[in-house]
């Protein structure tokens, strides 16, 4: 074989090689492009997973908290009204079992600007059924009267407001409330 063939032989050999290994490059690259594209997808999903999650547990708490305060309400103005309360007690229970429930949940959820507020407005609302409970039983501390509790209610709405504002902001909600 001369000179000039085996140049030809290994000039098409290394043309050969080299559209396979072209080949083989591109498909690597692409396959990886697509495995970035599906972790991508992926974590947006569990993104949107974790924002969905914490939006339920936002509104779990902030439901649970109107019923509180509404169960509050109803039980103080029943006891004005002398009439059999069991039914005002029983939802006045349920509703603080809820609450207690979704606030349980929040602790694991949210962050803790917004769990700071959620914390006093659930302390100060367990504050305030004691002293409906006390007022209940005929067992009233000095500062307990029904006057007292509504005034105490009527500040627990505008910690909830409050708590209300924290968990939008964290939503971005808020965000949306600028462009009107």
Known sequence: MDVGSAAALLTAVAGVVGTLLSALLTQRAADRS????????EQMRK????????RSCYVALNTTARQYLAALTDHVHALG??????SVRQRLTEARDQHRDAY????????EPVLELAGDLSHALGT???????????????????????????ALWGGLRQVRRAMRADLGASRADLGR
């Open 47 to 54: 993104q949107r997973s974790e924002a969905q999650e914490l």
């Open 34 to 41: 697509r495995q970035r594209e599906q972790e991508r997808a």
């Open 81 to 86: 009204r002398d009439e059999d309360l069991r």
């Open 128 to 154: 305030v059924y004691g002293m409906v409970r006390r007022l209940d039983d005929g067992a009233p501390r000095t500062g307990d009267s029904p006057a007292a509790v509504q005034e105490s209610i009527d």
């Open 104 to 111: 349980a949940e929040a602790q694991m959820r949210v962050p």
